[in-house]
């Protein structure tokens, strides 16, 4: 499989859409935790994309390692994302993976128009 590199600053706000769970793989009788090739266990993160306006897509994002801090509804930072094209037999897509999924910085709170000094009160 190539995988090919996706700019996430063109991807707009990404929120967490479903919560990190362990990704399992095998059969119904034989589901297993799968595991990368250095032992660490792939999670799994529906991620919310909204480009300007548009409406909201969800891609799952495979991740090496328990991702700290993430929530449903959490803002979200991508790092290292890949998009991979896979196909078996007449079933084909997309998945992607990504080096670590990280809560975004928090965000600066806004300024208020009050003149300075005033602070409200009688």
Same mark, same amino acid.
């Given at each position: ?15 967490? *859409?479903?919560?990190? !769970?362990?990704?399992? %793989? &095998? +059969? $119904? ?6 595991? /990368? #090739?250095? =032992? ?30 993430? *929530?449903?509804?959490? !803002?979200?930072?991508? %790092? &290292? +994302? $890949? ?6 037999? /007449? #079933?084909? =897509? ?29």
């Amino acid at each position: 499989m190539q995988s090919i590199p996706v700019d996430t600053t063109r991807l707009g706000v990404l929120r967490c *859409a479903v919560a990190p !769970e362990p990704k399992m %793989t &095998g +059969l $119904e009788e034989k589901k297993e935790v799968k595991r /990368d #090739r250095e =032992g660490n266990t792939v999670w799994t993160v529906g991620v919310m994309v909204r480009q300007d306006g548009r409406r909201v897509s969800v891609i799952e994002v495979a991740v090496p390692g328990e991702p700290k801090g993430i *929530a449903e509804g959490v !803002e979200v930072r991508l %790092t &290292g +994302l $890949e998009a991979f094209a896979w196909a078996m037999g /007449d #079933r084909h =897509g997309i998945s992607f993976r990504a080096n670590a999924i990280t809560p975004a910085p928090a965000a600066a709170p806004a300024a208020t128009n009050a003149p300075a000094g005033k602070t409200g009160g009688a």
